[in-house]
């Protein structure tokens, strides 16, 4: 998959709740998969974040990860949810107990899960719990495009991109563009197209004035995997690229972060 994002106006780039914490207490954000039975078949650490949102590099001991299955497997047992995203919160001096707050942890809800199919747009706001709040659905037909859409689309259609090693436009073609999205402050609006040579384009446009991120799994067929996409930097627009068409996007893990200065985003 390739990405392109619009960054400093010349240069080419592209869930959860930030649980609150006391003291020392961290919270460990896992993606959880269920299988048809309701039990976990994969849970992997997808950040910790601390009390502000912000995120933490902390190495979780095993020891705890073993604790916080249980107490994810006993918390949704017998549940038929799929992939989501949770979270338990981590005390480091107390490595075996993943209980900490267990009758507050919000349960798995699809209204943290934002599904697209091809030709499709949804504005949306992040609330403070995690889960989103849809503005408004529609075709990509109707939707506004950005003028830094329509560049790319230009570019890709008449190859100007292809003949671009390093993946860049000319600083002439991008001057002239608006440094923020066309979309309202404290919204994000994605919208996903076909794109020319029959690929499929994410059009992930960052109303806020922090970073977004956010996960993405694929769906062509019956078969569906994993993606990478890249963090939003706040008041931009970017552009996600795949080679081959897309039936369907099922976009998690939504969250917002403070920009970090000389920070790139980062592409996971």
């Given at each position: ?6 960054f ?7 869930a959860?709740?930030?649980?609150a914490?006391?003291?020392d207490?961290?919270?460990v ?7 048809r039975?309701?039990?976990i078949?994969?849970?992997k650490?997808?950040?910790v974040?601390d009390s502000?949102?912000?995120?933490r590099?902390v190495d ?7 604790a ?5 497997e006993?918390r949704?047992?017998g549940k ?14 107390r490595?075996?107990d993943?209980?900490l707050?267990?009758?507050?942890a ?11 199919r091809?030709?499709q747009?949804?504005?949306?706001r ?9 503005v408004e659905r529609?075709?990509?037909?109707d939707a506004?495009?950005s ?5 790319f ?6 190859g100007?991109?292809?003949k ?12 002239h563009l ?10 994000v ?14 059009v992930v446009?960052?109303g806020?004035d922090r ?8 769906l062509t067929?019956?078969r569906g995997r994993a ?8 008041k931009?627009?970017?552009y996600?690229?795949w ?9 998690a893990?939504?969250?917002l ?6 920070q790139a985003?980062?592409?996971?």
């Open positions: 998959m390739s990405r392109l994002l619009p400093l106006a010349a240069i080419l780039i592209g959860c709740p930030a649980a914490a006391v003291g207490t961290l919270a954000v896992f993606e959880v998969e269920l299988g039975s309701g039990e078949e994969s849970l650490v997808d950040h974040t502000s949102g912000g995120k590099r979780v001991p095993q020891a705890y990860l073993e916080a299955r249980d107490a994810l006993m949704y047992r038929e949810i799929g992939r989501f995203y949770t979270y338990t919160l981590y005390d480091p001096g490595p075996n993943a209980r707050g267990a009758d507050k919000p349960p798995a809800d699809s209204r943290r899960t934002l599904t697209l091809r030709g747009t949804a504005t949306l992040l609330r403070p719990d995690g889960r989103l709040e849809l529609g075709s990509a037909a506004p495009a003028q830094i859409e329509d560049v689309v230009r570019a890709m259609a008449s100007a991109l292809a671009s090693p390093e993946g860049k436009l000319p600083e002439s073609s991008l001057k608006p440094q923020t999205p066309l979309i309202g402050a404290d919204a609006r994605l919208t996903m197209k076909q794109a020319p040579g029959g690929g499929t384009a994410l446009e960052n806020y970073t977004l991120y956010y996960r993405a799994w694929m067929g019956e993606t990478s996409v890249c963090e939003v930097p706040p931009l627009p970017s996600e690229h080679p081959h068409p897309i039936d369907q996007l099922d976009l893990g939504f969250g972060r403070r920009p970090e200065p000389g985003p980062e592409c996971r």
